[in-house]
């Protein structure tokens, strides 16, 4: 998943940075991304986490967004946040997977988990202190600081019905399920959402999967693809970061401190919580304008996704040191115990619902 950040990068910009401006205690740093300015969930949220640890703090530590590409190549961002050239980045812990492998588990692996289990682990499960001490080894901190949810399977130009139809399938799809689904003779490809719509039109494309119904129908795959499957297996959900310089956050007044912790804590909350509000009216806009298909992965190809994702994960973790150990083994424990209280608690539940109860619609 690192190369993704290549491809969400506009044009490279300097690579002389200024120093952050410091005058009578106050403090501006600068927050490089990896998306596109104002790109609907990502880029707008990073843009609202910036504006809210100026005003947590009072605006005595004030932060200045840069674009993918604005200040410096997207894919130089955590270089340049570890040597303090730039002091903060959002983004996804997985894009630094070529420097350890345990960095996918921070941000989410296929077949992995759900959202509200990724947070669980994080902040309650002992993922939080796996995670500082991958940071130290960086000179960085790690923060939540968002989440999409889950996510759709893919669209696709053509009917995806059984493993033979998987031979040769020009797919664009990122990470450890791009990995896994070369394995089913699958073709990975790797593009930015905005890319997407014209590779289909041009035949150069089969099927993609990017985020989930609101970003990709900004992007327009409603136009022209043929068919959307779900569940999602890629990214169960996508949790985001903010890393921090750890020197220049270590530095800062404990107020200043909890005040970073408080707004990421605060947009991972709402990030979610818009998606999950967006994303019913989004899908319905699908289904409503008709000539999409909307069809579940067959059970065959579920059971040989996951046997697939299950084989990738088992060589990362055996070629991995011993804190990739460690990480991979605190994260299969968890989803191991959470499968049975989601399946009983939540998923219990809402399986319930779909029953046809009488229950009254509208106001």
Known sequence: MSTRRHFLAGAAATTVLAAPAIAQGLQQWRMVTAWPRDLAGPGVGA???????????????????????????????????????????????????????????????????????????????????????????????????????????????REIASLADLKGLRFRVSG?????LERLGVVPLLMPGSQIAAKFRAGELDAAQFMGPVNDTAFGLQEVAKFLYWPGFEEPCAALQLQVNRARYDALPKAQQAVIAAACAEENARSLAEFNARAPAALAQITAQGGIALKQFPPELYAAFGKACGEVLTDIVAGGDELTKRVAASYFAFREQSLLWTRIGDQGFANMRLLEYAYPKGA
């Open 176 to 180: 450890l399920a791009g990995q896994a």
């Open 47 to 157: 843009q609202r986490l910036a504006d809210r640890i100026g005003e947590l703090s009072d605006g005595k530590l004030t932060v200045r967004l840069y674009a993918a590409g604005e200040l410096i190549p997207a894919q130089e961002n955590s270089a340049r946040i570890m040597t303090g050239e730039v002091e903060l980045g959002h983004d996804m812990s997985s894009y630094a997977l070529a420097k350890s492998p345990a960095f996918a588990f921070f941000s989410s692996i296929p077949f992995g988990l759900i959202a509200q289990e990724h947070e669980a682990w994080i902040r309650a499960g002992g993922g939080q202190a796996l995670w500082d001490e991958l940071g130290e080894r960086m000179g960085l901190r790690f923060f939540l600081a968002g989440n999409s949810g889950a996510r759709l399977g893919g669209w696709s130009m």
